[in-house]
């Protein structure tokens, strides 16, 4: 069983940056794409960015687009998202998960495990 644990989050001035980690074990790591989704309270869950096995596909949500970036080192079993000029509206808790599926995809339901998420608060 894949284990991911999230890191990095916490409250940054709207304009300000963050890195968020995640760690994974329990499996091999370069064997499966990796998400990040997010979830604001009273909101659902919603893609954020995607990174194929080898990190040489990536997918972003329009939303963030030009401002984050997913990356990977396999050789550390980590994925990071660098998220540049936030804004309130990302204010959220942020998850990473793990699919065996060959392709990237934006849908959650694709995607097998589940960190705990970490939390990134935004203010104006």
């Known amino acids: 069983q894949v284990q991911l644990v999230e890191s990095g989050g916490g409250l940054v001035q709207a304009g300000g940056s963050l890195r968020l980690s995640c760690a994974t074990s329990g499996g091999t790591f370069s064997r499966y794409a990796m998400g990040w989704f997010r979830q604001a309270p009273g909101k659902e869950r919603e893609f954020v960015a995607a990174?194929?096995?080898?990190?040489?596909?990536?997918s972003h949500a329009e939303s963030v687009k030009g401002r984050f970036t997913i990356s990977r080192d396999n050789a550390k079993n980590t994925v990071f998202l660098q998220m540049n000029s936030l804004k309130p509206e990302d204010t959220a808790v942020y998850y990473c998960?793990?699919?065996?599926?060959?392709?990237?995809?934006?849908?959650?339901?694709?995607?097998?495990?589940w960190g705990q998420g970490t939390q990134v608060t935004v203010s104006s």
């Open positions: 990174i194929s096995r080898s990190g040489g596909t990536t």
């Open positions: 998960a793990s699919s065996q599926l060959s392709n990237i995809f934006s849908i959650p339901r694709t995607y097998d495990y």
